[in-house]
């Protein structure tokens, strides 16, 4: 078990902090996230050089915000409100708060959700616990580096790599979906160091082999769990 994981500092659709302890373990010294989203691989090994990239810039913002922000700034951000978008706090903040206001979002939210509204986890959603937890692990990420980029710009470096993109099946649930896999899978195969590349069942833009079954939102057809998918380099 790796005790210098950290929790996360945001909640997104497709995240991968429950599951990153399965994944090889890495053994170089930069580890690098394509598609960064909320960094789940990341927060297991955060005192390794991390560089997260990611092409949403709301995603990019509120990762700037979290590396440079002051504890007290997080501790003062407020609680209660009707809409996020009435806060006279900055907009990667409002961002932030907004990405706690539900579940498995790829967008940050403006409203609380019913769940929250009504309570039932309060420690899940936005409030105290939550700017405590976020407020105590920022020390831990002062040398994290996330730049607004694709892929294609990142520079080839003995790195681990932990690619996790919008999936070839699911993937239209967030707003930077069109991946050309082809160009993807090269890609891939050509870093220099270890890669770990994510999918789901069914992909084939690289021979994936089974990983491991996860639980999920429920889906149309009433299933909570999927199949996913992995590539070693």
Excluded at 79 to 96: A, G, N, P, R, T
Excluded at 118 to 131: F, M, T
Excluded at 198 to 208: R, S
Aim: net charge positive.
């Amino acid at each position: 078990m790796n005790n210098n994981k950290l929790s996360l500092f945001f909640t997104y659709f497709g995240g991968k902090w429950r599951i990153a302890k399965h994944y090889p373990a890495p053994t170089q010294e930069t580890i690098i996230e394509p598609f960064a989203g909320s960094a789940g691989f990341s927060l297991h090994y955060p005192n390794k050089n991390i560089l997260l990239f990611d092409l949403d810039p709301k995603i990019c913002a509120v990762w700037d915000y979290l590396i440079r922000v002051s504890e007290k700034e997080i501790l003062t951000l407020p609680e209660i409100f009707d809409d996020v978008c009435d806060l006279s706090i900055s907009q990667e903040s409002k961002w932030l708060i907004g990405f706690w206001l539900n579940k498995g979002t790829t967008q940050p939210c403006n409203i609380p959700s019913k769940w929250m509204r009504n309570k039932l986890r309060p420690n899940s959603y936005w409030g105290a616990a939550i700017k405590k937890r976020i407020s105590t692990q920022l020390k831990f990420i002062r040398h994290w580096k996330i730049e607004n980029k694709s892929y294609t710009e990142i520079d080839n470096q003995n790195a681990y790599w932990f690619i996790d993109p919008p999936y070839f099946r699911s993937g239209v649930s967030y707003k930077f979906n069109k991946i050309d896999y082809n160009n993807l899978s090269q890609w891939c195969q050509t870093r220099q160091g270890n890669v770990t590349a994510c999918e789901q069942e069914g992909a084939d833009w690289l021979p994936f082999v089974d990983f491991r079954t996860i639980k999920t939102l429920q889906k149309k057809n009433g299933s909570c769990k999927a199949k996913e998918m992995i590539w070693l380099k």
